[in-house]
């Protein structure tokens, strides 16, 4: 037997999946986006965001064990006034996967399983909390421990049917826990056997009380013995609730119809993942009324001229944040110094004057409407930039370095600081997967003797990452749920129509990057669009009025930068298109085949074999 | 409890009287292979299981024809995720009075929750008796360029739900094959915070280990921080090996064994899912847009479990 | 008494039963931990772990051919370097794998045949046979014992050959001790030994006790016959050690015999054979160091802890955990029984708890009762939770280093 180990040691870079950060690191590595404070409110809120894109962090540190330690003023006053105490929930793949293996049960049975289910892992998740208020809102050990005593005592009696004693929310922790594998047990000795045995009890009979029932016995008997005020918001972070499935968000949603007195709930989805809006008490769930949606992936509310300064500012201080945690040799690196200046997205040194460099592109790649028009703007100074150097800058660039690679030539512009955060779509998890892949090669780079990072990471190096990360992302689409397949190819499509266009076709200044959705786009169609959304392969573009709200069919959706350096696209908004006349256009393509990832760029594969 | 795993040669040793045979009729040309060896066999009872979906393929309906006309054997028509059928056809066993009972179990084209549902009956049958389960697996050949695997769902296997309770942190084990996409696909949808894998060396040929290391580089190269090479011809090896891959973290984390390897590397995971409570296994079930016809190598892997009636308090996490 | 340091590693079972590639003799195995030994380098270096000395209590091989011995004498070297143990301060005895079984069974000529079972372990050029040289006595030979004394003089140890009556047609390879070896163990003490303070170690393959079995339905028949009559002459010589390999689940208690001197039995478990599914999850592949620290001035005892280290696939070396067979420390030395020291700490406890802050900290105590931090974890949670509803305190937190008793208030 043979083991290796990862080519390179693990560092916080890796981490980059805020559900399993241990705390103090999810803690000190957090950069809050506004939204982050919408959320702390007494309001139901759904909050949406594509895979990646930060909504477990935001739950997690929503919960009071997260909070009370955030040294933030706005999070320390609400601490302080005991306003809010969360409690985070993850219905995860493998918790949801408990409740799908049992496809014998009728739809009732499935209900309340589901409702007992939920009701232990909601008494669990607050028993965290009530640890942390236990420690933030008492000082003196032996108090603080007197009263963890009573209150573990008034909860045994509730949860446990008053079978057990307990003293400490340990005890009731490993109970609980007990509880749910037995119950598990339980239920598949049934099976095997047709029938409970003689004499025996059904487990957990106090968490067959209606939904919530356990958790709110627990709210109240914490409010007392720890003076809450009656104000005080107990806000239910509910994690992953895509994995859900139709019956049990009806279930959820009759809950969050009916009164909530002092529990709201933030339930995190993956956008176009919430439309159950049914309850089984009646009229549906009413948006802005029982619950209000907040989208993180993007803040229209930005003015368009800002938001990139706005994303790289936040995909810095997250760099930071991370490399002060880090081993030694990261702790003074920036982003900067890391990846460089990127020749694409920064006009530094462009003279676009009559016989320069970027006039010789344009007239050897531009249609002659686009260089005529450019002709008679020179030297107009701001005239020409807004409507010519600025559309067409980077793009030139970008079409003469495809054009000239080849044979040995390696590819170098999908590559700085501004490029990489570009391409990660201002997604947490991708950011932080392309900053480790470039902190391993900085590191593989080093020359033994010298430092221990080669900074910058070399162009070609980096645009060879971003463009296996590009590939890798497209590849793995394939096996999506369901839809993989049909998704993959569309995206593909997709890719390749923008690609034809900027490669193969005189350029203008109106590069399409975008496509549009209408009330003819087929169902079929339209499934795989609000997919593409929420694996973030897709991103809508949202209004300022309407920040939250996800197009509904009539729309337009601009490709992930994170696919641009696999169909050599210029990474921006540009035009949209019609998705019909992209699908009409498109060639089939061939059955994609298990195997090595591919990258598109036929002199490449035949180097790399 | 299961008591012990023991690899064996079902081809050189003597094999006993069985109680019930599992087998199972599909498009892979090796579901008759091991029937056809063990044809002298002492077998009371013979149960074939199949697809509703594969009824109409020509290589099935040959294998129906063969389990019909060599074993007296209608097929067994049940859904991939239900094992209901099976806990029927177990019922009675081997009565009271046998012991060991002695079950065999075929599962080279099974579904994963069927000889799952083998598991679980041996576990919590209320017979007295030990019980013996043999699994065999007849090893496939499986071509190059296959296409990429759709996953269609992800579920615990029954008997394998573990604790999903949010802890500090949580382990996810990749058991890896040759789909490599699905595998990155479900670490996705995971998000552990640790991952290992564990690849199958030596496998049914020399150049297999090579081909799964290629494929799933990512995983292994930029995810996993421990990768395993063992045998798909022990599943004993392989079983021990993953417990004390996951020992440090028993009672600690939330571990979670996602086997998308040869199958012998999948009944290794569901052993240590069901051996040690607190472990979840899941299965990820998924269609090819071509079925993917896996030849027989004429190999096989013999597995033996043995179960004892265990009359101590089932242990949890924090007994041990 | 000076600190020192016991390292142990036994049944080695160099062959083709070993989970190690470096110790395995077969050409053809597959599914061989590689570099075994370099991680046992590597945890020695990462926790620098030292040792004064490194015992090796039997089975180095499975079959006790030469290609055997020279993988396990290889490393056992390898090891010791590791550890910074000079070659003079290793020790082993003969383990019932270390008979060469395959002699025994050539017919005729069978005392012949007894001559040359060791003829595999006694080739000359290894460090085995260096440390059989260097023993005052030879336990290849009646009555099979050896001594050895450290070169500081701290350390001496008594090695007996258990398996000197071992032969393949024994159905149970239960150990025994030659008619011969008591008078000779007598002998040795009355001459050899020339300090009291020395620590006195007893340093055989089988165990002279019975152990329970992890596993139901598998009762253990291997236990020495003369057991009680060893135990009885170990303690009336004031031995502090007792170390034995044979059995493949660690283990650590101290006994007392009829009130006699405590004798700490230490049974090392296996540090690389392949252990079957049998004991999966229950016990794992083991490394032990005995930190010996002082000896009390009074009862004349040793204490201290013994730390234990498992290997585990994919990890190494870690620290190992109840699920692995032995909690990674577990101290020793003090011996109280349950109602003297429920006694001596009640009324202790009764004051401190009464004043403020109304808790004590477990730790806090040992500066009044130095003792208590030797004490077994079973037997301070016994105590605690005996005098808990007397006294009034509640018990939170788990030893051994982490408990507060926290004082009820009246109802």
Redesign the interface.
């Known amino acids: 037997?043979?083991?290796?180990?990862?080519?390179y040691r693990?560092n916080l870079f890796?981490?980059d999946?805020a559900?399993?950060?241990?705390?103090d690191q999810l803690i000190k590595t957090f950069v809050p986006i506004p939204q982050f404070w919408r959320l702390l409110s007494s309001k139901n809120h759904v909050i949406l965001g594509a895979?990646?894109s930060g909504k477990?962090a935001l739950a997690k540190m929503l919960s009071h064990d997260h909070l009370s330690q955030f040294p933030d003023s706005c999070a320390q006053e609400a601490i302080k006034a005991k306003s809010y105490i969360g409690m985070?929930?993850?219905t995860?793949?493998?918790?949801v996967?408990?409740l799908?293996?049992?496809?014998?049960q009728t739809e009732k049975q499935a209900e309340e399983f589901f409702q007992w289910r939920l009701n232990v892992?909601s008494c669990?998740?607050y028993l965290?909390s009530l640890r942390s208020c236990l420690n933030t809102y008492i000082s003196?050990?032996?108090v603080r421990?007197?009263t963890e005593?009573s209150i573990s005592e008034a909860l045994g009696e509730s949860w446990s049917d008053g079978a057990k004693n307990f003293?400490?929310i340990s005890q009731l922790q490993?109970y609980?826990?007990?509880v749910?594998?037995?119950k598990?047990?339980q239920l598949?000795?049934k099976?095997?056997?047709?029938k409970l045995?003689k004499g025996e009890k059904v487990v957990g009979s106090a968490f067959e009380n209606p939904l919530f029932v356990p958790l709110r016995r627990g709210i109240t008997i914490a409010t007392r013995m720890l003076e809450l005020p009656d104000d005080c918001a107990w806000l239910l972070c509910l994690d992953e609730t895509e994995n859900l499935a139709a019956l049990h968000h009806r279930i959820l949603n009759s809950y969050l119809r009916s009164q909530t007195q002092n529990l709201f709930f933030k339930i995190t989805t993956m956008p176009y993942f919430h439309e159950e809006l049914r309850t089984n008490i009646g009229p549906p769930l009413n948006v802005d009324h029982d619950f209000e949606y907040v989208y993180i992936d993007q803040d229209a509310t930005i003015p368009l001229g800002k938001r990139e300064r706005v994303v790289y500012s936040f995909a810095s201080d997250l760099f930071l944040k991370r490399a002060s945690e880090s081993p030694l040799e990261y702790q003074d690196l920036t982003l900067d110094r890391l990846l460089g200046g990127s020749k694409l997205l920064e006009r530094k040194g462009a003279k676009w004057e009559a016989g320069s460099h970027e006039m010789t592109l344009l007239r050897k790649y531009a249609s002659k409407k686009t260089i005529d028009r450019a002709e008679a703007q020179l030297g107009k100074g701001d005239a020409f930039t807004a409507t010519v150097s600025r559309k067409l800058h980077g793009v030139l660039l970008l079409r003469d370095a495809v054009a000239n690679t080849t044979g040995n030539r390696k590819l170098e512009v999908y590559s700085g600081a501004k490029m990489c955060v570009r391409c990660g779509d201002g997604n947490p998890r991708r950011l932080i997967?392309i900053f480790?892949?470039m902190l391993?090669e900085s590191l593989a780079e080093a020359p033994e003797q010298e430092s221990k990072l080669a900074v910058p990471v070399p162009p070609a190096a980096q645009t060879m990452i971003l463009r296996n990360f590009s590939s890798?992302t497209l590849?793995?689409v394939?096996?999506?749920?369901?839809?993989?397949?049909e998704l993959h190819a569309l995206l593909k499509q997709l890719g390749e129509y923008m690609r034809h266009r900027l490669h193969e076709l005189p350029l203008t200044t109106d590069q399409v990057f975008s496509i549009e959705t209408d009330e003819n786009t087929p169902d079929d169609k339209w499934k795989l669009v609000k997919s593409a959304v929420a694996i973030g392969t897709l991103f809508p573009n949202v209004s300022a009025s309407n920040p939250d709200q996800m197009p509904d069919r009539v729309g337009t959706f601009r490709l992930a930068w994170v696919l641009a350096p696999y169909f050599l696209l210029f990474p921006r908004r540009g035009r949209h298109v019609k998705l019909g006349t992209v699908l009409e256009r498109a060639e089939p393509l061939k059955?994609?085949?298990?195997?090595?990832?591919r990258l598109f760029f036929p002199e490449e594969e035949e180097e790399n074999g | 409890m299961i008591y012990e795993v023991i690899d064996f040669e079902a081809e050189k040793e003597a094999l006993p009287h069985y109680h019930i045979a599992l087998f199972s009729s599909s498009p892979e040309p090796r579901c008759t292979w091991i029937p056809n060896v063990l044809k002298e066999v002492d077998i009371d009872r013979v149960i074939v299981l199949g697809f509703e979906n594969q009824r109409a393929d020509p290589i099935r309906r040959q294998s129906d024809i063969y389990f019909s006309t060599q074993w007296g054997a209608e097929i067994q028509v049940v859904?991939y995720?239900?094992?209901?059928p099976l806990?029927e056809y177990l019922?009675g066993t081997g009565g009271y009075n046998s012991s060991p009972i002695h079950i065999l179990v075929d599962y080279s084209c099974m579904s994963r929750?069927w000889y799952a549902a083998v598991l679980?009956?041996a576990?919590?049958?209320?017979v007295p008796s030990n019980i013996v389960v043999d699994f065999l697996y007849a090893v496939g050949e499986h071509k190059?360029?296959?296409?990429?695997?759709?996953?269609?769902?992800?579920?615990?296997?029954?008997?394998c739900?573990?604790?999903?309770?949010?802890f500090?942190?949580?382990i996810g084990v990749f058991g890896l094959g040759?789909?490599?996409?699905?595998t990155?696909?479900?670490l996705?949808?995971?998000?552990?915070?640790?991952v290992y894998t564990y690849l199958a060396?030596p496998a049914a040929f020399d150049d297999y280990p090579e081909r799964a290391r290629?494929?799933n580089?990512?995983i292994?190269?930029?995810?996993?921080?421990?990768?395993?090479?063992?045998?798909l011809w022990s599943v004993e090896?392989t079983y021990v090996?993953l417990t004390e891959l996951i020992s440090p973290h028993r009672s600690e984390a939330?571990i979670?064994l996602v086997p998308m390897g040869p199958k012998p590397h999948v009944l290794a995971a569901i052993l240590l899912s069901m051996r040690f409570?607190?472990i979840?296994c899941?299965?990820v079930s998924?269609s090819r847009?071509t079925p993917e016809r896996v030849g027989t190598t004429k190999r096989m892997v013999g597995t033996r479990v043995l179960f004892r009636k265990d009359n101590t308090k089932?242990g949890?996490?924090?007994l041990e | 008494m000076r600190p020192v340091s016991i390292a142990v590693a036994s049944d080695l079972h160099a062959g083709n039963k070993t989970r190690a590639k470096e110790l395995c003799s077969s050409k053809d195995a597959n599914?061989?931990?590689?570099g075994y030994l370099s991680y046992f380098e590597r945890l020695v270096e990462s926790e620098s772990l030292k040792a004064s000395c490194l015992i090796v209590p039997g089975d180095l091989t499975e079959h006790a051919d030469s290609k055997e011995f020279e993988l396990a004498s290889k490393a056992i070297l390898k090891i010791a370097c590791a550890l910074k143990v000079p070659e003079k301060s290793v020790f082993f005895v003969p383990g019932n794998h270390d008979v060469d079984w395959e002699v025994m069974k050539t017919k005729g000529q069978k005392e012949l045949r007894r001559r040359q079972r060791y003829d595999a372990l006694a080739q000359s050029g290894l460090v085995l046979s260096g440390i059989r040289e260097r023993g005052e006595r030879n336990f290849l030979k009646e009555p099979y014992l050896t001594y050895w004394r450290s070169e500081d003089e701290t350390v001496f140890i008594v090695g007996c050959n258990s398996s000197w009556d071992d032969d393949p047609q024994k159905a149970v390879h239960f150990g025994s001790v030659h008619k011969d070896t008591f008078p000779a163990i007598h002998e040795i003490l009355a001459t050899a030994v020339t300090s009291e303070d020395i620590l006195r170690i007893f340093l055989v393959h089988h165990h002279p006790i019975q152990y329970s079995n992890p596993i139901e339905g598998k009762p253990d028949f291997s236990i020495m016959p003369q057991s009680q009559t060893l135990l009885r002459m170990l303690r009336d010589h004031h031995f502090d050690l007792l170390i034995h390999g044979h059995k493949h689940v660690p283990c650590f208690e101290t006994h007392v015999i009829e009130s006699g001197f405590p004798l700490s039995i230490l049974c090392s478990g296996s540090f690389s054979i392949r252990l079957p599914s049998l004991y999966n999850g229950l016990i794992s592949n083991q490394f032990h160091i005995i930190s010996i620290q002082g000896r009390d001035d009074e009862s004349q005892t040793i204490y201290g802890d013994v730390l234990s280290w498992t290997f585990l696939?994919?990890h190494g070396w870690l620290p190992s955990k109840s699920h692995n067979g032995i909690r990674h420390r577990i101290p020793f030395g003090a011996h109280v029984q349950e109602e003297v020291l429920k006694r001596d700490l009640a009324p202790i406890l009764v004051k401190q708890l009464s004043e403020s802050?109304?808790?004590v900290e477990w730790e806090a105590l040992f500066t009044e009762m130095p003792h208590l931090e030797h004490l077994p974890n079973e037997l301070v949670e016994r105590v605690l939770d005996g005098l808990g509803p007397t006294v009034g305190f509640?018990r939170?937190g788990d030893l051994p280093d982490d408990v507060?008793l926290?004082?009820r208030?009246p109802n």
């Open positions: 037997m043979s083991i290796s180990r990862a080519k693990r890796e981490l999946n559900k399993n950060l241990s705390r895979r990646g477990t985070y929930i993850p995860s793949v493998e918790w996967g408990a799908k293996n049992k496809p014998w892992a669990l998740a965290v003196d050990k032996r421990a007197e005593a003293e400490t490993i609980l826990e007990d749910e594998y037995d598990q047990n598949t000795r099976r095997v056997n047709g045995a997967r480790n892949r391993q890798t590849s793995s394939q096996s999506e749920e369901g839809i993989g397949r059955e994609e085949v298990s195997g090595p990832l | 859904a995720n239900d094992d209901t806990y019922k929750i679980n009956w576990r919590h049958t209320p190059n360029n296959i296409s990429p695997v759709v996953i269609r769902d992800i579920l615990s296997i029954p008997g739900e573990g604790n999903p309770i949010p500090s942190k949580s040759f789909d490599n996409f699905a990155l696909c479900v996705d949808r995971l998000e552990p915070d640790v060396n290629k494929l580089e990512v292994r190269e930029e995810y996993s921080s421990v990768n395993l090479e063992l045998p090896r090996s939330d979670v409570p607190g979840t899941l299965d998924g847009p089932r949890t996490r924090h | 599914n061989l931990d590689e696939s994919g802050p109304g808790y509640r939170h507060v926290l004082a208030r």
